[in-house]
């Protein structure tokens, strides 16, 4: 029986992202975007605001993670898809698609950003085990391109990354009776390999930038399963 685990849950949240926190976190995102948009890159901006208002390095982290620079943005939504045509094939993010669901199921922190993607602050770090929720996220990836009507879903997951084999037999285990084709991928450059492909299921956003498309397909899910989930989230900047 796989160990019952609320993926992605911290203590200090609570606090770190509250009510008075939000305040000085929504101030720094502003002045994030506004060096982001005059040429700073991300470490830079976040360094230099992260230090100015004493954020924890887990609020460093979810700015970097929520905030983007304007053209960036412009080119994610110009080539996210809201409808596929029936019969096409998706190419998914495993672990970045996994881990994310995992952890709406564990009712955890996670980051509605700038790009309308849902983000977590989770980090593989070479480590991945088989929770309790994993079968029910998989499950949930399985009902949502079902509605899609792909023909075909291959799951691009980390070599280097432990239990991966493991994750790719209960993704075949969990989505055998569906009406798709399935495939996994276990291989050491999944970034590399869905920056150029299209159709792609990630929140990474390197990969969005790289990509010839992409589906806003975590979101989604969350959006109709978890209706009014608490999302750390930004006001409007």
């Known amino acids: 029986m796989a160990k019952i685990v609320r993926r992605g849950y ?19 995102a ?16 976040s360094v ?12 460093r982290l979810a700015l970097a993670r929520m ?4 053209e960036q943005l412009n080119i994610r939504a110009a080539k996210c ?55 029910e996220a998989i499950q949930l990836i399985g009902k949502e391109l079902e509605s899609m009507e792909i023909s075909k879903a291959v799951f691009y997951m980390d070599a280097p990354v432990s239990n991966t084999g493991r994750l790719a037999a209960c993704i075949h285990g969990e989505l055998a009776m569906y009406p798709f084709e399935v495939e996994t991928e276990v ?21 969005l930038d790289k990509c010839t498309s992409w589906i806003n397909f975590t979101r989604n899910i969350i959006d109709k399963e978890f209706p009014g ?5 930004l006001d409007s900047i």
């Open 229 to 233: 989930y608490p999302y750390v989230e």
């Open 67 to 70: 905030v983007s620079q304007e």
């Open 81 to 135: 898809r809201a409808v596929l045509d029936k019969g096409e094939t998706v190419f998914i993010d495993g672990f970045n698609t996994i881990i994310t669901l995992e952890i709406a199921l564990s009712g955890t922190t996670l980051l509605k950003c700038m790009d309308g993607t849902v983000r977590d602050l989770a980090g593989l770090r070479g480590t991945y085990s088989l929770i309790d929720k994993t079968p």
């Open 48 to 59: 230099f605001t992260g230090n100015h208002y004493m954020l924890s390095e887990r609020q």
């Open 187 to 207: 291989i050491n450059n999944v970034d590399s390999v869905l920056s150029g492909l299209s159709n792609v299921i990630t929140g990474d956003a390197i990969i």
């Open 10 to 28: 911290v203590p200090g949240d609570e606090k770190e992202f509250g009510k008075e926190a939000l305040e000085k976190i929504n101030v720094a």
């Open 30 to 45: 502003n002045d994030i975007y506004y060096l982001l948009n005059r040429g700073y890159n991300m470490k830079s901006a």
